[in-house]
């Protein structure tokens, strides 16, 4: 993944959301539409971090036991216990950092 592509993916989101969610702007649109729109982040995420945490190149990870895989298990974890962004973001990078060291 390039970083030209994340920030175009990244840029998308961020007009999406901002012209269509801000009440300042007068653009009103229909409350299924701005519905949705709460879930293109996510939905773009998950896209973009799929291929990262199942595949190394054109290989399956192996799942078990493979860093990537388990950080992205216990980052779920956290995100479902803690509502705190930040901090599960920085223990869910120590975990990988952690667990990359020691199954590599």
């Known amino acids: 993944m390039t970083w030209t592509l994340l920030l175009t993916l990244a840029a998308i989101v961020l007009i999406n959301r901002y012209f269509f969610l801000e009440p300042k702007i007068a653009l009103k649109l229909p409350r299924v539409i701005g519905n949705m729109l709460q879930y293109s982040a996510p ?6 971090c799929a291929p990262i945490v199942f595949f190394n190149g054109d290989q399956l990870r192996a799942l078990p036991l493979d860093a990537y895989f388990l950080t992205a298990m216990i980052c779920v974890v956290l995100a479902l216990i803690s509502k705190k962004i930040l901090v599960n ?3 869910s990078l120590l975990c990988f950092y952690g667990l990359f060291y020691l199954l590599n």
């Open 89 to 91: 973001l920085a223990l």
């Open 43 to 48: 939905c773009l995420l998950t896209a973009i």
